[in-house]
């Protein structure tokens, strides 16, 4: 429990997000491209740290899934800012871990000639630490 | 006028035309791009956690050397404009900056900490607001009457528009502006501020697909015989997914009406 606690101090503090603010509109959700392929959405991250939850986001898929498109940080009506949070804890999850994300010897299966190196180094930064 | 420039890795290799083409329109419109010396990669996203030094020092490295030439920063990739537009305000805040100086202290030829004091454009941006789309007009010898252009800003020039402050980021129009400073008909539709998929293609391209096909139909559907991006992932993206329209880079398309480019179209 006392891991619990830090944990949610970790998230609050790095992603810089007051869950309180949050009125539960769930616009956030509504305008996310990803909604369909995420297990928890960005208006259950909000909840799920303010409740303490944090283990289950760490260990989904979903922090994988979003595209840091800030579209829910963008509409927020009360500027609580979800993807901060799902950053949060994709940064603590993947530190923590000490297992990236991605690896370079997965690059060339994942690579084709056209793909602009933006790609890849974007995902570096997103899935390895 | 002369103004330093921050190229990024894509526009050395798989975005060449975004880059010359910015380069050769600079010149025909009065300024001219000097590269910055020794630039790094800016990493392709910004981290917003409030822990994550390291991996802002390439933009600062970048903001500090065009500023010690008392220049203003010009980036062209949408995502190494985010990136440094976003360093570059993070650097203004007092404890942030001094952590990140702690670090660029040791760099050999460190003088003065670096305070978020350069000013940073995206090349649509000078345009609009140094240049002048009127000036721009002017300089049009093919303009491109008839054609029916979707602008597509995707995330990265928008948001987060606090940081960003490029445009309305939900009604933006400078990319519109400048399709009509070319001669042609911007054509607005409603996707055209929504995700292309991002980086997520490398490891799911269904997803990217999914996403940047929303984009290519909303446009054609809305009567565009073609859409114009900066950023090269949202064009490798949109041409993936099947895009029945081409993808051009607007400085492909602002070399075609200064008449810079030859006539590689038909």
Known sequence: MADNKKLKEDVLAISGVNVRKCMKCGKCSGTCPSYGEMEYHPHQFVSMVESGDIEKLMQSESIY???????????????????????????????????????PDRISELLDEDMPQQALVTAFRKYTK | MKVSYYPGCTLRN????????????????????????????????????????ATKLSSVRALKAAGELDRPLITVCSACHNVIKRTNLAMKEEEFAGKVNAYMAQDADFTTPYGGETEVYHYLEFLRDKIGFDSVKEKVKNPLTGRKIAAYYGCLLLRPSKAMAFDDPENPTVLEDFIRALGAEPVIYPARNECCGGYVVLEDKDSAKRKSATVSESAKGHGADSIVTACPLCRYNLMKSGSELPVVYFTELLAEALGAKEAENG
């Open chain 1, 65 to 103: 899934k979003c595209l840091s498109c800030m579209a829910c940080v963008e509409r927020c009506p009360r500027g609580v800012e979800p993807g901060k949070l799902v950053e949060a804890i994709r940064l603590i999850s993947i530190r923590r871990k000490d297992a990236n994300r991605l690896t």
């Open chain 2, 14 to 53: 798989k975005a060449k035309e975004l880059d010359r083409c910015a380069r050769e329109c600079a010149q025909i419109l009065g300024f001219e791009l000097c590269e910055i010396e020794n630039w790094q990669c800016c990493g392709g996203a910004y981290t917003s956690s409030t822990d994550e030094i």
